[in-house]
Nanobody, 123 residues
Framework: QVQLVESGGGLVQAGGSLRLDCAAS????????MGWFRQAPGKERELVAA????????YYAESVKGRFAISRDNAKNTVYLQMNSLKPEDTAVYYC????????????????WGRGTQVTVSS
């Protein structure tokens, strides 16, 4: 198992930037594909970005391509989400998640979840 703790959320003006961090416990972090999801009020949870176990490949939702960047440091058991050019529609609770098996950009493969961090973008 892996435990996940997100940090770095907050309030930012449109056009600003934030970086989310997700710290994982356990010694097998590199065995998990990692993803960042978000859920806005009244909307379904969506996969925003994902990264393979080695970090060699990434996936982004169309709505964030060119603005967000996911990365990981397996030595530090941490995955990051750099968010630039933020828009009010990016406002949501952001969750870090880990997938033990399966294709890394398929939502249903994610088994372990953090508690989330709020990101609010003001216009």
């Amino acid at each position: 198992q892996v435990q996940l703790v997100e940090s770095g959320g907050g309030l930012v003006q449109a056009g600003g930037s934030l970086r989310l961090d997700c710290a994982a416990s356990g010694r097998t972090f590199s065995s998990y594909a990692m993803g960042w999801f978000r859920q806005a009020p009244g909307k379904e949870r969506e996969l925003v970005a994902a990264i393979t176990r080695s970090g060699g490949a990434t996936y982004y939702a169309e709505s964030v391509k060119g603005r967000f960047a996911i990365s990981r440091d397996n030595a530090k058991n941490t995955v990051y989400l750099q968010m630039n050019s933020l828009k009010p529609e990016d406002t949501a609770v952001y969750y870090c998640a880990a997938a033990w098996s399966g294709t890394y950009y398929i939502q249903n493969n994610y088994d372990y979840w953090g508690r989330g961090t709020q990101v609010t973008v003001s216009s």
